[in-house]
């Protein structure tokens, strides 16, 4: 068979620009991203990506591929996405909403006074409890309003989310028909701890 002889383009200049809202602060050296807001400060390095970050002005952050193929071209929009996330969790934050599903043995947890721990215990009628302890700056606590329930709430949406995977998946049935036993804790809903501030 013939080899292919395409010649795969690269792109001169690529630039994607992210918007920095009012109340919110963002610091960037040598790919170190800071960003600060009401709720707290997020940082993270972008090091690995060969990208080039200039802020202009107070509320401008551009961003800009040279002489990418298609894997660098891409990786500047996810780039991009993960410096709106931390805008966003120090803006209004980050909530999974997490509810105890059971047929016949309810499931018990407790959670610690720091809110940085949970204890699920029996589970199918379990003896074993499982300790899942929370990422730093996310916290685990009891819904107020709704039986069964848990909120996960942080600024960091990679670390929230993962603790709440990590608490369903902890409670995953092994050995068994799982289209018959279905208990367990599920992710039900994801949103923001905060609502959007109101635009002027």
Request: hydrophobic letters at 35%; charged letters at 25%; a positive charge.
């Amino acid at each position: 068979s013939r080899r292919s002889t395409a010649v795969t383009m690269k792109t001169t200049l690529a630039t994607r620009y992210v918007t920095i809202p009012a109340g919110v602060t963002l610091d960037v050296k040598a790919r170190q991203v800071r960003v600060k807001g009401h709720r707290g400060t997020l940082q993270r390095s972008f090091r690995h990506a060969q990208v080039e970050m200039v802020k202009e002005g107070s509320n401008k952050l551009k961003v800009n591929v040279w002489n990418g193929k298609r894997a660098e071209l891409a990786k500047l929009r996810t780039v991009c996405s993960h410096i709106e996330n931390m805008i966003t969790g120090v803006q209004r934050g980050y909530v999974y909403k997490l509810r105890f599903v059971y047929a016949h043995f309810p499931i018990n947890g407790s959670i610690s006074q720091s809110k940085d721990q949970i204890e699920v215990r029996n589970f199918i009628g379990q003896k074993h409890v499982r300790t899942i302890k929370m990422a730093e700056g996310v916290t685990v606590d009891f819904s107020a309003d709704q039986k069964d329930e848990i909120f996960v709430r942080g600024n960091n949406l990679e670390d929230v989310s993962q603790c709440a995977a990590t608490i369903q998946q902890a409670t995953t049935v092994h050995n068994k028909d799982i289209r018959k036993f279905l208990d367990g804790v599920y992710v039900s809903e994801k949103g923001h701890a905060e609502e959007a501030p109101e635009q002027a």
